[in-house]
């Protein structure tokens, strides 16, 4: 920005009214968070955008399909299923973590029961809990080597059969994640 503009802005934003001046930050924060959406596109396929942890995606547990959001990011992490009350029947989250290590979950504003399996780093369910509905008690793995967390509406890994030996495809969940534009590498999905 040049010296003149930014003396006319400043002049602008000193005789300005509080609701206008609040208009003007408004108008702002959205045009950045609109810009911070455009990317290079070289992680994604042409003409198609990103997707996001709201958008699901088919990945295999045990011979059946289920529905998955996938929570990479810390704050999508910390979030998870939170406020959630709508699960389809085989819909769930997948959280995927850079390296192994031990986890911890619990239900803090979360008013549908899930079950939970702890994976290891070739997909293997190694551990299974249920949670119930706002019980924020930590649910901590036994093992430090689990690399993934899967939650589904409660009752659906018994129903499918679903139990510590399972495996999940995680060429899926490779897919998922190339999809949301994430470095495979940096997670050892390649």
Same mark, same amino acid.
């Given at each position: 920005m040049s010296k003149g503009a930014l003396e006319l802005t400043c002049e602008y934003v000193q005789n300005a009214n509080? /609701? #206008?001046l609040r208009a003007w930050a408004a108008a702002a924060a959205f045009l950045g968070?609109? /810009?911070s959406g455009?990317? #290079?596109?070289k992680d #994604?396929?042409?003409g198609s955008p990103q997707k996001t942890v709201w958008d699901h995606f088919t990945v295999d547990v045990g011979g059946h399909s289920a529905e998955l959001q996938v929570a990479v990011? +810390?704050?999508e992490q910390d979030r998870g299923l939170m406020q959630r009350s709508d699960l389809g029947r085989n819909e769930g989250m997948i959280f995927v973590y850079p390296r192994p290590r031990r986890l911890?979950?619990?239900m803090h504003n979360t008013p549908e029961a899930l079950d939970l399996g702890y994976l290891t780093a070739d997909g293997v369910i190694a551990e299974i809990y249920p949670l119930l +509905?706002?019980?924020e008690r930590p649910v901590q793995s036994y093992s430090d080597q689990l690399k993934y967390a899967l939650e589904m509406p409660q009752g659906w890994f018994a129903a499918n059969g679903v139990h510590p030996g399972t495996r999940v495809?995680?060429?899926a969940v490779a897919a998922a994640m190339k999809a949301r534009g994430f470095d495979l590498a940096k997670f050892k999905l390649e």
């Amino acid at each position: 920005m040049s010296k003149g503009a930014l003396e006319l802005t400043c002049e602008y934003v000193q005789n300005a009214n509080l /609701v #206008s001046l609040r208009a003007w930050a408004a108008a702002a924060a959205f045009l950045g968070l609109a /810009v911070s959406g455009c990317g #290079s596109g070289k992680d #994604s396929d042409a003409g198609s955008p990103q997707k996001t942890v709201w958008d699901h995606f088919t990945v295999d547990v045990g011979g059946h399909s289920a529905e998955l959001q996938v929570a990479v990011l +810390p704050e999508e992490q910390d979030r998870g299923l939170m406020q959630r009350s709508d699960l389809g029947r085989n819909e769930g989250m997948i959280f995927v973590y850079p390296r192994p290590r031990r986890l911890s979950y619990w239900m803090h504003n979360t008013p549908e029961a899930l079950d939970l399996g702890y994976l290891t780093a070739d997909g293997v369910i190694a551990e299974i809990y249920p949670l119930l +509905p706002f019980d924020e008690r930590p649910v901590q793995s036994y093992s430090d080597q689990l690399k993934y967390a899967l939650e589904m509406p409660q009752g659906w890994f018994a129903a499918n059969g679903v139990h510590p030996g399972t495996r999940v495809d995680l060429k899926a969940v490779a897919a998922a994640m190339k999809a949301r534009g994430f470095d495979l590498a940096k997670f050892k999905l390649e």
